[in-house]
């Protein structure tokens, strides 16, 4: 039998953890396999574009564990009372090939996104960072700001989307953990005066919510909503001026805002600054760049998070996803023994 | 919620069904499907090899529908007590990215397998065709001696494999159902004569199961077992003197019997013969070799007839796989409202 744990199991186990440690559980397992970075077989995610948007699946593994994810990006799914991004994953036995976990990941996925930005603006925002800025109010944003007070002790946000219900969502969700919230009359207005800015917005396109003009010295943007070929969210002109830091580069260089910049446009990876083979940040001044799409390691990490998490608890059940024939050559006999049709 | 059906559900539905029977619907939506070629988005699989076995992820698509299978080969499972092949897979709605149906796949690629191979059969083998050669007596044999039956009328039997248990699993499952099943002494002696023969063994090596003398003027010959790189049966020189036929190019030369020879090597591809665009069989001489690796249109196929079959039945269950919060941008709502954690 596979271990499963539901929607249902996966809101009680978020529910009694609270989602900041939860971030912060996963944000370890994220550091400790990125710092493992050479162990793991990598590959770019397989894309299924669609005029409607994009399905993927993103696999992984190491010598023990094989993980993937399947996650879709359907930008107009809200306005017709759907999620934009929906997930579940599974993780699998190297040894034999038996999927032993399998997972929703709509909210793990929230949660491991946060986890990541946090494990990168750690390692790259300045230590003194104070305010965040949030471009987009949707899904993402309270997780976010979970996660930067987490990694820099953050508790002041201004935020701003082209949406006001999702504004009021995000101060109603955000004020009571704490949060000074500011709702921003504007991009500009949200962004101004900020330490961390965090782009997180839904449109399929070549967008520019982030214009060079507003980034000021020693800001750290952490672009997460810039995610798929014909999907940017930055001016390229900050990269150009800014440390530019990645995932993994093959897949970044096609979905990450650099794919507006040329193949030999520079980067550093993060596992590089996590294990001080090459700096991160290098003074108060330079504008950092998290150009954030999501890679499969990072799924990985949140899985097994989960799994050892909810191991022995209540929060999960057993499914039967892997016929166990009593001898393994006779698969048939399986569907043709009397015994199981009244079973 | 999202539909399910587990193993032991797959196991009463085809109790219920009859094998030949689910193996003769999986094959109509097999041709149906390879008929409308052109409407699907086709990659080759992902694959990530150990020195244990691989594991798969098989996706495709067309306007309406996205499938995917996980599924894996390892080819010294059955002596640790475990299958070679486990599988599942899901259906998505390319609209929304929503799945919409999950399954265990271990039973139903075995019938898709069959299906394939009896589709294609029944477009390559001579029409008079009467006896069916075994290389190979695993899980698929069973399931494909019902496949050549139904494509051809096929009720003799000759078998050979390297596990005389095996052999005795065979008889024993095959004998019951009104097959003339021969066990042979040699793999040469269950090919002598036979009008199509399945090649089915799991070693992943470059093998030859099935040498050039052999194999005699009219034979079709079923290659299922030479699946991925490394992993082949059959002697060069029979493609080289015989009509070739597979299903997605790209992904065979990769993994096929035609690996070993080059990438101008002349092929046709199935559903070319099944519109009718280029010819099959040519003359009651010619060899024929279906080339067959497994393809994610065949799981497609596989996953929307069985969710077909079993709308409305009490062999569906439904788990939930895909969080719905009640404003589409307000996850982080699910995780804090009070009311989910004791329900």
């Known amino acids: 039998m596979t271990e499963f744990v539901g929607v249902?199991?996966?809101?009680?186990?978020?529910?009694?953890?609270?989602?900041?440690?939860?971030?912060?559980?996963?944000?370890?397992?994220?550091?400790?396999d990125f710092c493992r970075w050479q162990s793991f077989h990598k590959t770019p995610r397989t894309a299924s574009h669609t005029p409607f948007g994009v399905i993927e699946l993103m696999p992984t593994s190491d010598s023990v564990t094989y993980a993937f994810k399947y996650v879709n990006g359907h930008p107009s799914n809200p306005a017709r009372g759907f999620q934009t991004v929906t997930a579940f994953g599974a993780l699998a036995d190297v040894s034999n090939g038996y999927p032993v976990f399998l997972a929703e990941m709509t909210l793990l996925t929230a949660l491991r996104t946060a986890a990541v930005s946090a494990v990168a603006a750690a390692a790259l925002a300045r230590p003194d960072s104070r305010r965040l800025a949030l471009i987009g109010a949707g899904s993402q944003a309270e997780f976010q700001a979970l996660a930067m007070r987490h990694a820099l002790g953050i508790d002041r946000v201004t935020a701003w989307d082209t949406d006001p219900?999702?504004?009021?969502?995000?101060?109603?969700?955000?004020?009571?953990?704490?949060?000074?919230?500011?709702?921003?009359?504007?991009?500009?207005?949200?962004?101004?005066?900020?330490?961390?800015?965090?782009?997180?917005?839904?449109?399929?396109?070549?967008?520019?919510?982030?214009?060079?003009?507003?980034?000021?010295?020693?800001?750290?943007?952490?672009?997460?909503?810039?995610?798929?070929?014909?999907?940017?969210?930055?001016?390229?002109?900050?990269?150009?001026r800014a440390g530019v830091f990645v995932e993994y580069t093959p897949q970044t260089r096609v979905e990450g805002e650099i794919q507006a910049l040329g193949p030999d446009f520079p980067v550093t990876e993060l596992w590089e600054v996590l294990t001080g083979r090459r700096p991160g940040r290098t003074s108060a001044g330079q504008v950092t760049v998290f150009d954030s799409v999501g890679f499969a390691?990072?799924?990985?990490?949140?899985?097994?998070?989960?799994?050892?998490?909810?191991?022995?608890?209540?929060?999960?059940?057993?499914?039967?996803?892997?016929?166990?024939?009593?001898?393994?050559?006779?698969?048939?006999?399986?569907?043709?023994?009397?015994?199981?049709?009244?079973?």
């Open 8 to 32: 249902g199991n996966m809101v009680r186990w978020v529910a009694a953890t609270g989602v900041e440690a939860a971030v912060a559980g996963i944000a370890g397992y994220v550091r400790e």
């Open 297 to 343: 390691v990072e799924d990985f990490s949140a899985l097994r998070y989960l799994r050892d998490a909810v191991r022995g608890t209540p929060w999960v059940e057993r499914i039967d996803l892997v016929a166990e024939p009593e001898d393994p050559k006779d698969l048939f006999g399986m569907v043709t023994a009397p015994s199981p049709i009244g079973a």
């Open 165 to 240: 219900a999702a504004l009021v969502k995000l101060a109603r969700n955000l004020g009571p953990l704490g949060f000074d919230v500011t709702l921003a009359g504007s991009g500009r207005e949200a962004v101004r005066g900020a330490d961390v800015v965090t782009t997180c917005t839904a449109d399929k396109a070549l967008a520019t919510v982030l214009p060079d003009a507003w980034v000021e010295p020693g800001m750290h943007v952490n672009a997460i909503g810039g995610d798929c070929p014909g999907k940017t969210e930055l001016d390229p002109a900050i990269l150009r």
